[in-house]
């Protein structure tokens, strides 16, 4: 039925204009009580077997949205109303941001991808912590907040703005994402280089920190798959020795060339990221990597390319202990995290583990 509805309405207005209008049916319905029950009830019901822990706090799963569908904390309920385990929200930048000229979202539909250059579009650090300072939750989830550098903001800068906002954020987040990774900020992803990375890093633990007495914020920084092996190592050492929580792989990717694209070449020359299934085999290689160098000493989050169960599955078999997903819901619709959550928990259960956590890099370690 999705599908039939993708075809005849979103296919045809502008991607951000489709993105608009569904997430602000979204956050409608999660606004009225007998709605927002019943949608739960359909979308995002439990497995027990599917419960996990991760940087210390529970989940009713390992699934959730990842960053850049909700930038401004403004439909949290609604996403985890459709099933999604943990939502991250953002990237939040220090100041306010309108982000790049439109058009800046492209859908490849052939390819099951989207080309991004959004640039950071959010309401800036202060309205969104003010926004989740007064946000009565409804439904349980847990909020991850992702944080980026303002655009105006010159790279010598960039450490002060990271701080601000993790002062404003640090609160009201479960946990906090720096993101050094996204292709359309310039100069971004130089701060991945371990010599700036190591620096901000710390300036933002600190930060948290500071802003935080009661509790201990988990910290993780996301990383591009267009790293070397290399620096993918080096960024894991780093992670590692700074007492990091966790490692996301990965961002979207500014590659073109050997991912076997179909759609019309105009749509492929876009700059900006590439997302989706494109994506989904070097997202899974850099993840193997990261893991065969960590191991279990950090928490490793899986994103890029997750369609289906099989997908989520391969990721946890390759070292991750959660699972995100965002292009594949453009095309899977509001049933993507209960057949995804079915699909994983059918796979667990005809496997030779226990739980969740002991298929946490299994083929990996099968392999070392």
């Known amino acids: 039925m999705y599908k039939i509805f993708f075809s005849l309405v979103f296919k045809r207005l502008d991607p951000e204009q489709a993105h608009h209008l569904a997430f602000r049916w979204i956050r409608l319905a999660a606004r009225v009580p007998v709605l927002r029950t019943f949608l739960a009830a359909a979308l995002a019901p439990r497995h027990k077997e599917l419960r996990t822990e991760a940087f210390g706090l529970r989940m009713h799963g390992p699934f959730g949205l990842a960053a850049g569908f909700d930038k401004n904390a403004v439909g949290i309920d609604g996403m985890a109303m459709l099933g999604f385990d943990h939502v991250e929200i953002g990237t939040v930048t220090g100041e306010p941001h309108p982000g790049n000229p439109k058009q800046r979202l492209f859908r490849l539909v052939k390819d099951r991808a989207l080309i991004n250059r959004m640039g950071f579009n959010n309401d800036g650090s202060l309205r969104v912590a003010a926004r989740l300072a007064s946000r009565t939750p409804v439904f349980r989830t847990v909020v991850g907040v992702n944080i980026g550098k303002t655009k105006a903001v010159p790279e010598e800068e960039a450490v002060a703005d990271y701080v601000k906002s993790a002062e404003r954020l640090a609160p009201y987040a479960d946990y906090l994402v720096v993101n050094v990774s996204s292709p359309n900020t310039p100069g971004l992803r130089d701060l991945q280089a371990t010599q700036a990375l190591r620096p901000l890093l710390s300036a933002v633990r600190e930060a948290a920190d500071g802003a935080v007495s009661a509790r201990r914020v988990p910290l993780l920084v996301k990383i591009a798959p267009d790293l070397a092996g290399e620096d993918i190592d080096a960024v894991a050492d780093l992670a590692v020795e700074l007492g990091l929580d966790g490692i996301i792989a990965t961002n979207t990717t500014i590659a073109r060339d050997g991912l ?109």
Do not use: C, M
């Open 260 to 368: 076997g694209l179909k759609s019309d070449p105009s749509l492929v020359k876009e700059t900006g990221g590439l997302s989706g299934a494109p994506l989904k085999e070097r997202s899974l290689e850099v993840l193997r990597r990261l893991y065969a160098r960590v191991g279990d000493r950090i928490t490793l989050v899986g994103v890029g390319g997750v369609e289906n169960a099989e997908d989520a599955w391969q990721r946890i078999l390759a070292g991750a202990t959660l699972v995100q997903g965002y292009s594949a819901f453009i095309y899977e619709g509001p049933f993507y995290a209960r057949a995804l959550h079915k699909g994983l928990a059918a796979r667990l259960r005809t496997s030779p583990y226990a739980t969740l956590a002991e298929a946490v890099g299994a083929d990996v370690r099968k392999t070392a």
